[in-house]
């Protein structure tokens, strides 16, 4: 099946720094999606994005699918943003999601 | 809209024992699946159905059972429960299994001791 690699896996950012989340897969999906689990633990779709790039706010996503990579743009980071970020591509017509392990990010006041 | 619910949210098992988590959706999507999370392991897939009457397996679905007999009910099933199941479980639900996003349940943090 599908492997998932995200990077970095870890990441501490000072309050109002830019980061960039990368996730490469192993082979081509129909579609992509970015989530974020808050330290609740609740899970929040961030972008659902095959291809191309969207943006929502300080954030951003672009997917690369013919390079078999995405990227997550967080601008001026705020301590509301720190948590668990994991991309997911599916692949085929089942819709399975396959999760990558995440990178956790800590933003500090 | 509810979007998706889930209960209960912690549950406390002893080994052997049965117990179903519920899981309902209000969004008339067809596609619904069950995840378990556990530390350092990210988010695994135990079964999922791209519709009522319809049910596939995951990566890991040794140990439960599900059923679709409505579009908004999926149930998760631990037939006897073992250590190794102590785990949040996330219920999931998206339009199609083509497409879509993905919205996520509150989640069951379950002990099986």
């Known amino acids: 099946g599908i492997q998932v690699e995200q990077s970095p896996p870890d990441l501490i950012l000072q309050e109002g720094a830019n980061s960039t989340l990368r996730c490469n897969f192993s082979?081509?999906?129909?579609?992509l999606q970015w989530f974020h689990q808050n330290p609740w633990g609740q899970l929040i779709n961030l972008f659902y994005?095959?291809?191309g790039t969207k943006q929502n706010g300080r954030l951003s996503a672009t997917t690369v699918a013919t390079e078999r990579y995405s990227l997550l743009y967080i601008s001026s980071s705020q301590t509301t943003d720190s948590g668990v970020y994991f991309c997911a591509p599916d692949s085929g017509n089942t819709g399975k999601l396959i999760f990558g392990q995440g990178t956790t990010l800590q933003v500090k006041p | 809209n509810a979007g998706v619910t889930q209960t209960p949210k912690f549950q406390v098992l002893k080994t052997g024992q049965s117990m179903t988590l519920q899981c309902a959706q209000d969004?008339?999507?067809?596609?619904m699946s069950w995840y378990r999370q556990d530390p350092g392991m990210g988010l695994r897939l135990i079964h999922y159905s791209v519709g009522a009457g319809i049910t596939d397996q995951g990566e890991v679905p040794n140990g439960y059972n599900v059923s679709r007999s409505t579009t908004e009910d999926f149930p998760l099933r631990l037939l006897s429960a073992a250590p190794s199941q102590t785990s949040v479980y996330f219920c999931a639900s998206r339009l199609f299994s083509t497409g879509g996003e993905q919205y996520f349940g509150p989640g069951t943090r379950l002990t099986v001791t």
């Open positions: 969004m008339n999507h067809e596609y």
């Open positions: 082979d081509s999906v129909n579609n």
């Open positions: 994005i095959p291809s």
